[in-house]
């Protein structure tokens, strides 16, 4: 089984900062792409920012100059530093990893529990 477990949301005034992790642990052969979405009250799950093949990223526009992802593929994790926040960048921020399993040797997505960010004006 795999698991993705996240950490680091909380409560913070518009202009802080936040760092979001996300390490996956299981019988993990490789991972192809792994990233971050969110999803806010009453709204669609959207992607925020993702490795993708390589280290290649990609970054929604709302997003862009204000957060940056990184990773540590030793320990499978990958970080959100989100900067220069605001109220519209309050949501459950879920963890997503694209991965192929040793039981399975086939690809799969599978997502965290998710985090709460929010962000107060």
């Known amino acids: 089984q795999v698991q993705l477990v996240e950490s680091g949301g909380g409560l913070v005034q518009a202009g802080g900062s936040l760092r979001l992790s996300c390490a996956a642990s299981g019988s993990i052969f490789s991972i192809n792409a792994m990233g971050w979405y969110r999803q806010a009250p009453g709204k669609q799950r959207v992607l925020v920012a993702t490795f993708t093949s390589g280290s290649n990223t990609n970054y929604a526009d709302s997003v862009k100059g204000r957060f940056t992802i990184s990773r540590d593929n030793a320990k499978n994790t990958v970080y959100l530093q989100m900067n220069s926040l605001k109220p519209e960048d309050t949501a459950v921020y879920y963890c997503?990893?694209?991965?192929?399993?040793?039981?399975?040797?086939?690809?799969?997505?599978?997502w965290g529990q998710g985090t709460q960010v929010t962000v107060s004006s």
């Open positions: 997503n990893a694209r991965l192929i399993t040793r039981a399975t040797m086939r690809t799969s997505d599978y």
